[in-house]
């Protein structure tokens, strides 16, 4: 059966710290990974699926295990045909990925992704490329203020209120990076075809499938290849055909 709607998954997650044995504090002491008692782990993921209003969480159990909502939430990821996170590269899903190697979670080899962390360095200059940051920048709202202290609060004295205050704070942040993709989606590279995926014919536009195109320029590469760049009536991404089908499509 064919899919009737983009599965773009945004998310978020949230970790606690190492806790372990140091003598003092201070300006440039090594602390070595011999000094952790309790290892860091995943304390909240949230999560949403684009364009629908839930935003879903996901947090440790009673004992601070972080395994039952990683074999929830690979379920979801493997649903997913792009996954979208704010230095979700490096920082969500490298920690999702090695708890799950901790655990013994199985985890598909690669995921399709977009990180808008990534975008935001090499396609913009904001004042820095925090996801606050650009939120407010754009206008469309900032991250919900918390302190140091939560962290303390949910880790230390698994406090129910607090583990509550850092969801709704995980799950505002997911919104907040939907806004941000948003604004940012018409400057970037599609990785997926939708079209195709709602049946439609691969002439049509890689987001929504649409036929009513409208030519934007046409140019020829150093090697004579002939590429036509289009824009979508109907939502406004444009993309860039070959003589030979869809080769190198991308909004601009």
Same mark, same amino acid.
């Given at each position: 059966?064919?899919?009737?709607?983009?599965?773009?998954?945004?998310?978020?997650?949230?970790?606690?710290?190492?806790? @372990?044995?140091?003598?003092?504090?201070?300006?440039?002491?090594?602390?070595?990974? @011999?000094?952790?008692?309790?290892?860091?782990?995943?304390?909240?993921?949230?999560?949403?699926?684009?364009?629908?209003?839930?935003?879903?969480?996901?947090?440790?159990?009673?004992?601070?295990?972080?395994?039952?909502?990683?074999?929830?939430?690979?379920?979801?990821?493997?649903?997913?045909?792009?996954?979208?996170?704010?230095?979700?590269?490096?920082?969500?899903?490298?920690?999702?990925?090695?708890?799950?190697?901790?655990?013994?979670?199985?985890?598909?080899?690669?995921?399709?992704?977009?990180?808008?962390?990534?975008?935001?360095?090499?396609?913009?200059?904001?004042?820095?490329?925090?996801?606050?940051?650009?939120?407010?920048?754009?206008?469309?709202?900032?991250?919900?203020?918390?302190?140091? @202290?939560?962290?303390?609060?949910?880790?230390?004295?698994?406090?129910?209120?607090?583990?509550?205050?850092?969801?709704?704070?995980?799950?505002?942040?997911?919104?907040?990076?939907?806004?941000?993709?948003?604004?940012? &989606?018409?400057?970037?590279?599609?990785?997926?075809?939708?079209?195709?995926?709602?049946?439609?014919? &691969?002439?049509?536009?890689?987001?929504?499938?649409?036929?009513?195109?409208?030519?934007?320029? &046409?140019?020829?590469?150093?090697? @004579?290849?002939?590429?036509?760049?289009?824009?979508?009536?109907?939502?406004?991404?444009?993309?860039?055909?070959?003589?030979?089908?869809?080769?190198?499509?991308?909004?601009?």
């Amino acid at each position: 059966m064919l899919k009737t709607k983009r599965r773009r998954l945004f998310f978020d997650i949230e970790t606690s710290y190492c806790i @372990g044995w140091f003598w003092r504090p201070g300006y440039k002491l090594n602390i070595s990974s @011999g000094n952790i008692i309790k290892q860091a782990g995943i304390i909240c993921i949230c999560y949403k699926w684009e364009d629908e209003k839930e935003t879903h969480f996901l947090h440790w159990d009673s004992k601070q295990c972080d395994k039952k909502i990683l074999q929830k939430f690979i379920k979801v990821a493997n649903e997913s045909d792009e996954m979208i996170g704010h230095n979700g590269d490096r920082f969500d899903l490298a920690w999702i990925r090695t708890r799950c190697l901790y655990h013994g979670i199985e985890m598909f080899p690669n995921y399709k992704t977009i990180d808008t962390l990534k975008i935001s360095r090499s396609k913009f200059k904001f004042p820095d490329n925090k996801l606050n940051t650009i939120a407010k920048y754009l206008g469309i709202g900032q991250k919900i203020k918390t302190e140091h @202290g939560l962290w303390d609060k949910v880790i230390m004295d698994k406090c129910p209120k607090s583990l509550d205050s850092m969801i709704k704070y995980c799950k505002w942040d997911v919104i907040l990076l939907e806004k941000v993709f948003k604004v940012m &989606r018409l400057h970037l590279e599609p990785k997926t075809h939708y079209g195709v995926t709602f049946g439609h014919d &691969r002439k049509g536009c890689p987001e929504c499938g649409s036929e009513d195109l409208r030519t934007v320029r &046409r140019k020829t590469t150093a090697t @004579g290849l002939k590429k036509i760049q289009y824009q979508c009536k109907e939502c406004n991404t444009h993309h860039t055909k070959t003589d030979n089908g869809i080769k190198n499509s991308k909004n601009i």
